[in-house]
């Protein structure tokens, strides 16, 4: 596969903060790549750098194989970006918004490519209303519906479904796949880890680094631990008592612990007879697969 | 024990009923989860159980207390906290402290222990001072918590308290709702995210003001998805994708990274059919087929989904 961006030891810093500490990673044409991480990891100032909204202090950012900061106008031509605080125009109506950013890009010819995308996201039957009286879901898919009408080859998404409810999000991931399919590059930011796993490679980011980088699967086979799940009496003494006395790592997840081990026949049984020694009842344990949450908190602990 | 008994619970505004014959009980030291898309009348709910809001009909016991009659007995002994913030941010740490003890009318004594405890739980010991503007979203998060149970209250209403909060203050800020309930604090608690959803013991869904499923996490993946989830794996994701889309036991198709989510229906006989359609007709090399477990998001689909075929069909 053809890498279409290429960022080498990328830096940016704002005032004493260290935002993005030297990353490298490079973007195939046609995957869905996602910048995951909490709040501050550097996701957004990634991506910004990337579209050339913000320059970087040191390192480089080559997409389609040119340099982003000589020809920045070139190559924000042929790619899309959508910001968590998209800018729509009110009082206009869906139509004379996708109108809007078309003649922004220079796009003549743009009446058949805005029914496409209309169609596409389904907003058609909508499309003389004006934007301030859409529900927030209908509002993010005008954004991305005309962030794509100069037929972007790449299309940058700053965490897209931050606060919008499970309906909206499932249908915008649809319109990803759709997006997918005509050959888009989609690169994006989450801060939700069940997101990431439907990306075809990820990074993680924590505190400006990259702390893991690959397919969603390869990055869970590199644990090589074991993970149990145990539900039980006495959730927060079980907790401490695995963590403190017996010396694995625990994570919480409400009524329920995963516990990392190295091995479910060596060590459950160790578990188990400390916790029944502080009568802890155990009211059900089984082994799971590890999810890119527990990676992640593994990994962001291991950091420190 | 019930901390929370909820009778055919009913609002309107005008015409519109928010709020539509809604029954539920909550037990006490619970963490009770209530779902719905926005709109569905969970903050109408809420404000009606927090005695804010009178109902058009029907009551609820909240602590003892009737809503009806008893409303500011309610209000003394809930806390509540939105998903704006209640704090001040001109105001220091210490000043929001302060101010909610005297709105919750704490006494002296009881205060200054009361007070340790909230920069306890917000790790904000000898930040006092600070100006509560600055504080990382997490950590105000756990302020706001704090001070709306700073007078220990049975029962706290959380509306949505996770909005736009980063993964990890998420989840340290579920360990303090749990050490909540383990206390005895029953909690009711508003969410978008359905992973939060796992982490509380019993779950409602609402939708158009009206109850459409409840249980725990487990019993609402059991009884409401009766169809099968498949992941595949295989190469030409896309070209595998486009022709799974037409197949008639396959209800839904999603990527999901370099693999593919299918819904099948009662069309679908075995896995032989999925091999045969992709290995030999279109020469798509499948690597794996596994059932998989639904997230509580594919719950949430589902049974919104039947419950708007089921209300077109009435109208």
């Not at chain 2, 499923?213 to 994701?237: F, H, M, P, R, W």
Request: charged share 30%; aromatic share 8%; hydrophobic share 35%.
């Amino acid at each position: 596969m053809e890498a279409i961006i290429k960022i080498k030891s990328l830096k940016k810093s704002y005032d004493d903060i260290k935002a993005v500490k030297d990353i490298s990673l490079e973007v195939y044409e046609g995957e869905m790549f996602g910048l995951v991480g909490p709040d501050g990891a550097g996701k957004t100032t990634t991506i910004r750098i990337l579209c050339g909204l913000l320059k970087p202090e040191s390192g480089s950012v080559k997409i389609f194989e040119k340099d982003i900061i000589k020809n920045k106008k070139e190559i924000q031509n042929q790619i899309g970006y959508l910001s968590q605080k998209f800018s729509l125009y009110g009082d206009l109506s869906i139509d004379e918004n996708i109108e809007f950013f078309a003649d922004i890009h220079g796009v003549k010819d743009y009446q058949q490519r805005r029914d496409e995308l209309l169609e596409f996201t389904r907003l058609k039957p909508f499309r003389n209303r004006i934007a301030e009286k859409l529900s927030g879901g209908m509002k993010q898919k005008l954004a991305l519906a005309c962030s794509l009408i100069h037929k972007p080859k790449i299309i940058f998404l700053d965490e897209p479904t931050t606060g919008v409810d499970p309906v909206s999000r499932r249908d915008f991931w649809k319109i990803l796949s759709g997006l997918i399919k005509e050959k888009i590059t989609i690169v994006l930011t989450t801060p939700y880890l069940d997101e990431a796993e439907r990306c075809n490679r990820v990074a993680l980011m924590n505190k400006g680094e990259i702390i893991s980088l690959d397919t969603p699967n390869k990055i869970k086979q590199a644990l090589e631990k074991e993970i149990i799940e145990i539900v039980c009496t006495k959730i927060r003494e079980a907790y401490k008592l695995i963590r403190d006395e017996i010396g694995f790592e625990v994570q919480m997840f409400g009524d329920r612990i995963n516990v990392i081990i190295n091995n479910i026949e060596k060590d459950y049984p160790k578990i188990e007879k400390a916790l029944k020694e502080h009568s802890v009842e155990i009211l059900n344990y089984r082994k799971i697969t590890p999810s890119l949450e527990n990676i992640f908190i593994h990994l962001v602990r291991k950091a420190g | 024990m019930n901390s929370i008994e909820v009778n055919n619970l009913t609002k309107k505004f005008g015409s519109f009923t928010a709020v539509d014959n809604v029954s539920f009980n909550v037990k006490k030291g619970e963490i009770f989860g209530f779902l719905g898309a926005n709109g569905a009348g969970k903050s109408t709910t809420i404000r009606m159980l927090c005695a804010i809001l009178e109902p058009t009909s029907g009551d609820a016991i909240v602590g003892r207390y009737s809503i009806n009659k008893q409303p500011d007995q309610v209000k003394k002994n809930i806390g509540y906290m939105s998903q704006r913030f209640s704090l001040y941010n001109d105001l220091t740490v210490e000043e929001n402290i302060n101010f909610f003890g005297g709105v919750y009318g704490l006494e002296e004594s009881e205060f200054e222990e009361r007070k340790k405890w909230v920069l306890k739980i917000a790790n904000l010991e000898g930040k006092e001072k600070t100006l509560t503007s600055s504080l990382p979203g997490g950590i105000k998060q756990r302020l706001a918590l704090g001070t709306a149970v700073i007078h220990k209250p049975e029962i706290v209403f959380l509306d949505e308290p996770t909005s736009g909060v980063d993964p990890i203050s998420r989840r340290r800020f579920w360990d303090l709702i749990h050490e909540l309930s383990s206390e005895g604090i029953t909690v009711l608690v508003t969410t978008h995210y359905l992973e939060e959803a796992e982490y509380c013991n019993n779950i409602i869904l609402i939708n158009r003001g009206k109850i459409i499923a409840q249980g725990t996490s487990d019993e609402l993946k059991k009884n409401y998805i009766k169809n099968t989830i498949l992941q595949i794996e295989c190469d030409k994701v896309i070209e595998a994708l486009e022709i799974l889309e037409k197949q008639n036991f396959v209800n839904e198709v999603s990527i999901f990274g370099n693999s593919i989510h299918i819904v099948v229906n009662d069309n679908y006989k075995n896995e032989e059919q999925i091999r045969n359609l992709l290995e030999k007709n279109h020469s798509i090399n499948v690597f794996r087929i596994d059932s998989i477990v639904p997230t509580l998001e594919d719950v949430f689909i589902h049974v919104l989904e039947e419950d708007k075929e089921n209300g077109s069909s009435k109208n």
